[in-house]
């Protein structure tokens, strides 16, 4: 992608996670940071609960789009980034509750365009419900994070493709850990 | 000998559940189960904390309906503090309500049920999903996903968040509406209408083609209980309780919902999380009654919107006389009440007091028990708190829409099985029809119990020694 592409760039930011369990709401608590402290034009941010269907009419009006989740498998406060393609197999048997890949498979199987699309993640300890405070580890993930997605939303710099992981297809569920910016 | 098919997961379903169905000698069906696998507890882990926690706490029982668990909730707070709310804090409250309504339908209509309905019970089930009706008719598929923006968009103008609003408060609502909000979400109504006008004149051509499955998908006799207006009209918000056995006389009407008690008693089986409520002066288990879409159409006297007021009579005519019976036609009044959730939504939003900056009564508690009722998307929606001096809540009662048709989806997956299960020749599309009829109900098992993860689809057939004699597997 060159430079002045990437200053057009449409870029939106999806934290995902419950605000009642525990470290599960890293991921809006992400975005929420991000939306004070500023971003950029053409850079949008929203926090939800869970991703849901019309979110698919949201991802493809932009380039790319970075997912901000937590995850239970791994080291407690580990940061992760990788790349995400649509996979139509990752199907949820429940409706309320979608997996980006899934999202992204609707986008590209409905509208035949797919934002570039990223899912930044930290490994959390506890999912408690009725608990409204993050571990200090899952706490300490959170500047990971936001290094991570400060360098996906700056288009001075391009990607660090290197140190990403392709997550595409079945086979990448598990991603693998990476070297934080 | 014996045998039993389990199905489970039970898919395209919010939560997780499992069927069983108890194959006789011969391999007819002789009993059959559908259980609630999981258990959440809220009611228990409720209590000692503050009743104004309560609307933020329980809306976390679900990602789809979290609205009316919201005004189910601060409708019991608002007991709790002995006020009435500003008419337009109502009027507001309403709005949210159509709104999720509308977004919720669509997601089962759309999402969960239009595989089956499009593509067919007995079609490849590796295709029988959301990307193979994508691929058979994308403009519908677009259609659903415009439908359910258009009303989260509005649960997000009014509520600041999608999933989970806190504008929803005791006495009212926290703020009052802009202008500028109240436009914005105005020029969404004529889109949505058309749309949903759109894909109800699409589903009634497709009505004719499921006259069998309309004959046995829980068509059994039970009675129907919804809110209704004063009037007794189609009313998702306050109201009165109504109830209607099976051949449409009222046994019931006009009772304050805080009376529910009256009405109906909970009952436990061992075999699921769920409850099974029923009307009380007919026992358990006789009665049995279904909420919901059907349950609502064939309450009221008329819906009290134009579009959905035809579409009204037009249900009616699914049937020669009575209550339309049929679980089937759940779809068909989910589409009728689109229509009218948007109807009335337009209403609302131009009337001239809709922008008054009145919008909440303030009080501290004035009682020890509040109760609050109103219609979830998928029917009658009860939040009964008891709290202390200190206002900490010392005991809940939930029922939820899901649980009040615990009955009538047992009901139904037996006479489902019955008509097309073949214990000696066991075929995916007779399962998957086992499964739709609970899709009909759209139950939340995620508002009934809770579910965490996701668990492979296995189907067994077992002989009376445990023996595996035939397995069907999905994913």
């Known amino acids: ?37 500023g971003v950029p034009a053409g850079v949008e941010v929203v926090s939800r609960h869970i991703l849901t269907a019309e979110l698919v009419a949201d991802l493809v009006e932009h380039d790319r789009v970075i997912f901000l989740d937590a995850a239970v498998d791994g080291t407690p406060g580990e940061v992760r980034c990788r790349s995400l393609g649509p996979d139509a197999s990752a199907m949820s048997t429940m409706a309320h509750f979608l997996d980006p890949r899934e999202l992204l498979a609707w986008c590209e199987t409905l509208y035949d ?8 993640s930290a490994c959390g300890s506890a999912f408690d419900y009725s608990n409204y405070v993050l571990t200090p580890t899952a706490e300490a993930a959170i500047e990971p994070m936001l ?22 297809s079945r086979e990448t569920d598990t991603p693998v850990p990476l070297q934080t910016p | 000998m014996s045998r039993t098919v389990t199905i489970e997961p039970v898919t395209r379903i919010e939560g997780h559940a499992r069927i069983t169905l108890q194959l006789g000698d011969a391999g007819e069906v002789e009993d059959a189960k559908f259980h609630l696998t999981q258990f959440r507890g809220f009611e228990k882990f409720c209590e000692g904390r503050p009743y104004r926690e309560m609307p933020a706490l329980t809306a976390r029982t679900c990602g789809i309906c979290p609205v009316s668990h919201v005004l189910a909730s601060n409708k019991a707070c608002d007991h709790l503090l002995s006020v009435s709310i500003p008419p337009t804090g109502e009027k507001l409250r309403r709005i949210i309500n159509l709104a999720q309504l509308t977004q ?4 089962s209509f759309f999402h969960l049920s239009s595989p089956d309905l499009l593509l067919g019970w007995d079609s490849d089930p590796v295709s029988r999903n959301i990307f193979g009706v994508m691929r058979q008719d994308p403009a519908l598929a677009k259609d659903g996903i415009r439908l359910r923006q258009i009303g989260q968009t509005i649960i997000e103008t009014l509520g600041g968040k999608k999933i989970h609003p806190t504008w929803v408060v005791p006495g009212g609502v926290s ?15 004529p889109e949505g209408l058309e749309i949903a006008k759109r894909t109800y004149a699409f589903f009634k051509t497709l009505v004719p083609k499921f006259k069998d499955e309309a004959n046995h998908f829980g068509s059994q006799p039970t009675m129907f209980l919804s809110l209704v207006s004063p009037k007794g009209h189609l009313e998702h918000y306050d109201g009165f309780l109504r109830l209607k056995d099976a051949q449409g006389r009222i046994l019931e009407d006009m009772v304050p919902p805080h009376e529910y008690e009256r009405l109906i008693g909970e009952a436990v089986e061992d075999f699921s ?11 358990y288990p006789n009665g049995i009654y279904r909420v919901g879409p059907l349950a609502r159409l064939n309450n009221v006297d008329a819906c009290g919107t134009p579009y959905a007021d035809v579409a009204l ?3 009616h005519m699914l049937q020669e006389s009575g209550p339309i019976a049929s679980s089937f036609h759940y779809h068909y009044a989910r589409l009728v009440e689109i229509i009218y959730a948007l109807e009335m939504m337009d209403r609302l939003l131009k009337d001239p007091t809709i922008l008054d900056a009145r919008v909440r009564a303030r009080a501290r508690s004035n009682r020890y028990e509040g109760i609050g009722v109103a219609e979830a998307p998928r ?11 200190e206002g900490l809540v010392t005991w809940v009662n939930l029922i939820i829409a899901t649980g009040h048709n615990n009955l009538a989806m047992n009901q139904s997956i037996r006479q489902v099985a019955d008509a097309y299960v073949d214990g000696n020749n066991l075929q995916e599309g007779m399962l998957n029809r086992v499964e739709a009829v609970i899709r009909c109900f759209d139950p939340c098992l995620s508002c009934a119990s809770h579910a965490f993860g996701e668990m492979p689809l296995a189907i067994e057939l077992k002989d009376a020694s445990g023996r595996v004699v035939d397995t069907l597997r999905r994913g």
């Open chain 2, 273 to 283: 999380y769920m409850k099974f409520p029923y009307y009380k002066p007919h026992g």
């Open chain 1, 1 to 37: 992608m060159d430079q002045a592409r990437l200053e057009d760039l449409k870029v939106l930011i999806i934290g995902y996670g419950s605000p009642i369990r525990g470290d599960d709401a890293i991921g809006p608590l992400v975005a929420d940071r991000l939306q004070a402290e």
């Open chain 2, 104 to 107: 919720s339908h669509a997601l």
């Open chain 1, 147 to 168: 290094d991570w997605v400060r360098r996906l939303i700056d288009p001075s710099t391009p990607i660090p493709t290197g140190l990403l992981q392709s997550a595409s």
């Open chain 2, 175 to 189: 703020e009052p509406l802009t202008q500028e909000k109240r436009d914005a979400m105005l020029k969404l109504m």
């Open chain 2, 313 to 315: 009579a037009e249900f």
């Open chain 1, 113 to 120: 365009k797919v934002p570039e699309t990223f899912l930044v």
């Open chain 2, 379 to 389: 029917g009658i929606l009860m939040h009964h708190y008891r709290i202390d001096d």
